[in-house]
T-cell receptor
Framework: EPEVTQTPSHQVTQMGQEVILRCVPISNHLYFYWYRQILGQKVEFLVSFYNNEISEKSEIFDDQFSVERPDGSNFTLKIRSTKLEDSAMYFC?????????????FGQGTRLTVV | SQQGEEDPQALSIQEGENATMNCSYKTSINNLQWYRQNSGRGLVHLILIRSNEREKHSGRLRVTLDTSKKSSSLLITASRAADTASYFCAYTGRWGAQKLVFGQGTRLTINP
């Protein structure tokens, strides 16, 4: 079964550094999402991406965050200057148009630790 | 707030018993989904129920949806130790980019 893959599985970075989290969505999917989960808390929506542009973003997704689909297969989340509070699990998800009313497919997540 | 709310926050039962988790929400929904998460791991999709459905079954899982009360429940029958995990409800609204709004989750522990 096709799956969403995320790399790396775990990244440790120093405060103030830039990080790029990578995702390869399922190939024929058209909608892409990033979510984050701070340890022990619920999963929170960050941003959705469709037709090469952001379609919706949350209050969390401020100027420090950006997303890109650089080559038609990867979907990246960049945090420009990481803060301690950015430490969380980040999940990528994708959805096919014909699956708009079915489940999103989630990657296994990237655990980001900011020190 | 559009956030889903779940109860209980934690549930501990004996293996073989049934586990029921509840979820409430505050807006009109397109569908409601349940996910499982083992400690520190990824999200595993369990079941989706559409806004025009009232009950759905999948193996040992039974999900109900009451749109008049804006609530859903997940029943796991004949629980097993391997069912120990956190369970989240998540819904999509009627409009927009089909983002998922997650509840706080229920931490389920099955004691052998």
């Amino acid at each position: 079964e096709p799956e969403v893959t995320q790399t790396p599985s775990h990244q440790v970075t120093q405060m103030g550094q830039e990080v790029i989290l990578r995702c390869v969505p399922i190939s024929n999917h058209l909608y892409f999402y990033w979510y984050r989960q701070i340890l022990g808390q619920k999963v929170e929506f960050l941003v959705s991406f469709y037709n090469n542009e952001i379609s919706e973003k949350s209050e969390i997704f401020d100027d420090q965050f950006s997303v890109e689909r650089p080559d038609g297969s990867n979907f990246t989340l960049k945090i420009r200057s990481t803060k301690l509070e950015d430490s969380a699990m980040y999940f990528c998800a994708s959805l096919a148009r014909r699956h708009l009313n079915t489940e999103a497919f989630f990657g296994q997540g990237t655990r980001l630790t900011v020190v | 707030s559009q956030q889903g709310e779940e109860d209980p926050q934690a549930l501990s039962i004996q293996e073989g018993e049934n586990a029921t988790m509840n979820c409430s929400y505050k807006t009109s929904i397109n569908n409601l989904q349940w996910y499982r998460q083992n400690s520190g791991r990824g999200l595993v999709h369990l079941i989706l129920i559409r806004s025009n459905e009232r009950e759905k079954h999948s193996g040992r899982l039974r999900v109900t949806l009451d749109t008049s009360k804006k609530s859903s429940s997940l029943l796991i029958t004949a629980s097993r130790a391997a069912d120990t995990a956190s369970y989240f409800c998540a819904y999509t609204g009627r409009w927009g980019a089909q983002k998922l709004v997650f509840g706080q989750g229920t931490r389920l522990t099955i004691n052998p």
